[in-house]
């Protein structure tokens, strides 16, 4: 990343005193890390740091530390803000209404609209995690247990476990340096990707249950119905997508999950070859080549027909 932006980035954090950290709506677990992981730093650094999301923090990270911090809105004025892991401003939902554009910001996604005054994006990194494991330092921000085990969070998550086509030699290095702060990786790898309850595992249920594939693409759909029916109490598609992505017969995966506001959660998986962040790009949404998402208005037959439509133009042009 460009020296002189880090320099920029230095002086805004370190010139203020309250400070405001947030992310995307939805939040997964690179937002969540990203989050905590600066916040907890700021703080150690003697910073005033509210950190607020609008969905707040998914059960599944509950455990980390400083989550119970984490706010659906923020309270005063500031003298920074600061937006992590969000490639779009949209995205970050309400949290903003009635405060000044962001100070800084800070992403990995190829899709980055930049927003901020100061934008640090860095599109080759893994996760936003990754980046800040390397940033803190040169920030002047120190790490610690807590925010080890946040960044190592959203390292896993947006890997998948090390398994996605974006890996490289550079995410396996922070793995290792934050592992050194006493983080059990198995027990952390179990919590935060292996682990479900019973009411998402019967969600997969419903969605399974209509699954299709044609031309190597394969998707399902999520109703509010399918959700009342499990009693399922989340928003999204309790990592689904992630299950369809591992069909060897298709290239590319997405999921349809139906919202209360008349709106559809769209979410893409693809192999090496196909750029699913074109087609979220088109529909408001970003991400990068084998994964993105968008959220699109309308009814759920609707969105899921040109939803469909777009993504067989990239395949079969």
């Not at 936003?128 to 390397?134: G, N, Q, S, V, W």
Request: charged share 25%; with cysteine; net charge negative.
């Amino acid at each position: 990343m460009n020296k002189e932006l880090i320099a920029d980035a230095f002086d805004i954090l370190h010139q203020a005193q309250r400070i405001l950290v947030t992310s995307h709506v939805r939040p997964d677990g690179d937002a969540i890390g990203s989050l905590l992981g600066l916040g907890l730093a700021l703080q150690d650094n003697g910073k005033d740091v509210q950190m607020i999301m609008a969905d707040g923090v998914p059960k599944s990270f509950r455990h980390l530390s400083g989550s119970e911090q984490v706010h659906r809105k923020p309270k005063g004025t500031f003298d920074a803000i600061v937006v992590v892991d969000c490639s779009d401003l949209g995205r970050v939902g309400s949290v903003l209404d009635d405060l000044p554009d962001p100070d800084l910001s800070i992403d990995h996604h190829i899709t980055n609209l930049p927003f901020a005054r100061v934008n640090l994006v860095d599109s080759d990194a893994t996760s936003t995690t990754e980046m800040l494991t390397a940033l803190l330092p040169a920030l002047k921000l120190s790490l610690s247990k807590p925010i080890a085990e946040a960044l190592l969070t959203g390292l896993i998550t947006d890997t998948l476990g090390f398994r996605t086509t974006n890996m490289r030699p550079q995410a396996l290095r922070a793995a290792a340096d934050l592992m050194a702060f006493g983080i059990d990786l198995p027990v952390l790898y179990r919590k935060v990707l292996l682990s479900r309850s019973y009411h998402a595992a019967r969600y997969w249920g419903r969605g399974l249950s209509n699954l299709q594939l044609e031309n190597r693409i394969v998707w399902t759909s999520l109703t509010l119905d399918d959700r009342q029916a499990v009693d399922y109490p989340g928003r999204d598609d309790a990592d689904l997508i992630n299950v369809l992505s591992t069909i060897e017969d298709a290239d590319v995966a997405l999921i349809f999950v139906e919202q209360k506001d008349d709106t559809v959660k769209v979410s893409w998986r693809s192999r090496p070859g196909f750029d699913v962040a074109k087609v979220a790009f088109q529909f408001g949404g970003g991400g990068h080549k084998p994964a993105a998402g968008a959220e699109l208005e309308g009814p759920l037959d609707e969105v899921q027909q040109k939803v469909l439509e777009a993504t067989r133009a990239i395949m079969h042009p």
